[in-house]
């Protein structure tokens, strides 16, 4: 089954830091851009970052996050990382991966995403 599974998920104190991992078991990321997103219950789903496939010029972040979140990958170990710095109640949430499948989008619209993982949970306490 083509799946992206996400971990690093837990619960940490406001002004903690997490690293959030996002891997594939079936087939290679490389050729895919990778994007996070999350969803805090009630709200809609939010684009966090995204990292193009090959050079990694073109990472974006959301506005709610840049200077505190940090997207990188490594080819070699077939993942792609999420980096938390500094985090505030407001980045509780669901924390999602997925492959960009679909261009003319943007980066961090969920439209153009497709093979998502099943989430892990981010929970900031204060």
């Known amino acids: 089954q083509v799946q992206l599974v996400e971990s690093g998920g837990a619960e940490v104190q406001a002004g903690g830091s997490l690293r959030l991992a996002c891997t594939a078991s079936t087939f290679t990321l490389k050729p895919y851009g990778i994007g996070w997103f999350r969803q805090a219950p009630g709200k809609q789903r939010e684009g966090v970052a995204f990292i193009p496939c090959g050079r990694e010029n073109g990472i974006a972040y959301g506005d709610s996050v840049k200077g505190r979140f940090t997207i990188s990958k490594d080819d070699a170990k077939n993942t792609v990382y999420l980096e938390m710095n500094n985090l505030k109640r407001e980045d509780t949430a669901v924390y999602y991966c997925?492959?960009?499948?679909?261009?003319?989008?943007?980066?961090?619209?969920?439209?153009?995403?497709?093979?998502w993982g099943q989430g892990t949970q981010v929970t900031v306490s204060s």
């Open positions: 997925a492959a960009e499948v679909a261009t003319g989008w943007g980066p961090l619209a969920a439209e153009a995403y497709g093979l």
